[in-house]
Structures are given as structure tokens and as C-alpha cells.
């Protein structure tokens, strides 16, 4: 268990280090210069955005305080699961962070139907390279035994 928990801990660490640099950049974006000319879809791409970059750091820094505070206390497998489980909604969080930032900037750039297909293809690989092929590895391995 002990393994366990310090291996999911860094998975931790490092995911939260990319989740951070965009909610850093999302959080100062309204107050760049231009952002005034944003429109109603892209404003609305922002909101999902930080949104869910401000969920994913809350799941994934969650784990490591809760850490600190349960240390010693026989809680170590109730932590594990939890920090699982907030890991799983972190990376959620994660992908719909990324691919509503990745559509906010095609759309500002490029605007039209393009936002909607490199949002589409971010949202797409996050759900399958994260989510989808380990489900459908656990399920064949089930079968399987």
C-alpha cells in the first residue's frame, strides 16, 4: 500500500504541474490586451475552461494535503482509494480544460468550424489515450481470466 500511494502521489505531481501552467494562463488572459475583442462563444470556451482547470488543480493537489493531514492515522487505504478516485476526476477536469482552451484559441485565431474540430480532436485523444483504452484493456484482461 505504501508503493501504491507514493506512485499515485507522483502521477499526481506531475499531472498537476501541467494543470497549473494553464490555470496560470487562463487566470491572467482576461487581462490581456484584446481579450475586449473575445466574443460570446469564446468568452463562453474561457469560463468552461478555467472552470475545469480550477477542478482538476483542486483534485489533484487534494490527495497530497489530505496526505499531510492523515498522516499516522491508519487512514492510508481509505486515502488511496480517494486519491484514486480524485485523480480520475482530475484528469477529467484536465481534458475539458484543454480541449475548450484549444477551441477558445482556434476559435480567436481562426474562428468557425476549426475550433470546433482541433477542440474535437483534443477532446477525442484525452477520452481514449486516458479513459477509453484503459477501460477497454481492463475489460479484455477480465475476459481473459
Known amino acids: ?21 494553464l490555470f496560470a494562463f487562463l487566470l491572467t488572459l ?9 466574443d460570446t ?6 469560463f468552461i475552461s478555467l472552470l475545469s482547470a480550477a477542478l482538476a488543480s483542486v483534485c489533484f493537489i487534494t490527495p497530497a494535503a489530505q496526505h499531510r493531514l492523515l498522516f499516522r492515522t491508519g487512514l492510508k487505504e481509505r486515502m488511496l482509494h480517494r486519491a484514486n478516485e480524485l485523480g480520475v476526476a482530475g484528469a477529467l477536469g484536465l481534458a475539458v480544460s484543454m480541449t475548450s482552451a484549444v477551441a477558445l484559441v482556434t476559435e480567436t485565431v481562426i474562428a468557425g468550424w476549426p475550433a470546433a474540430v482541433f477542440g ?5 485523444l484525452s477520452a481514449w489515450f486516458w479513459f477509453l483504452q484503459p477501460i477497454t484493456d481492463l475489460y479484455r484482461t ?3 481470466n
Open 1 to 21: 500500500m505504501d508503493r501504491e500511494l507514493a506512485e499515485l502521489l507522483q502521477g499526481l505531481r506531475v499531472a498537476v504541474t501541467g494543470v497549473q501552467v
Open 30 to 38: 482576461p487581462f490581456a490586451a484584446g481579450f475586449n475583442k473575445v
Open 41 to 46: 462563444l469564446g468568452r463562453w470556451l474561457f
Open 120 to 124: 474535437g480532436v483534443i477532446g477525442l
Open 142 to 144: 477480465k475476459d481473459v
